[in-house]
């Protein structure tokens, strides 16, 4: 039985890093925005009530992942299946 190469362990957990990014990039972009969009409110009305803001970002944040639950299933998944069809390579 082979181990895992210290090559392949990093490129597994670039791998695994980059996932984790690509997922949690669209769900950080919308608190970013809504967080923007609140700021701009309150600048307008001049309403300085610090937790004003995290109310409609967290409700667009669990939104956009409920939206975006399928994509993120979907990723998931193709890295597991990834990760469980590995094999080391033989003869080295």
Known sequence: ???????EALDTVREAFSIMLIIAAPILIVGLVVGLVVSVLQAVTQIQEQ???FVPKILA?????????????????EFSADMFAWSPVSGS
Do not use: F
Request: charged share 5%; glycine share 0%.
């Open 51 to 53: 937790t004003l803001v």
């Open 1 to 7: 039985m082979q181990t895992m190469t210290d090559l």
């Open 61 to 77: 944040m669990v939104l956009a992942t409920v939206a975006l639950l399928s994509w993120i299933t979907t990723k998931l998944m």
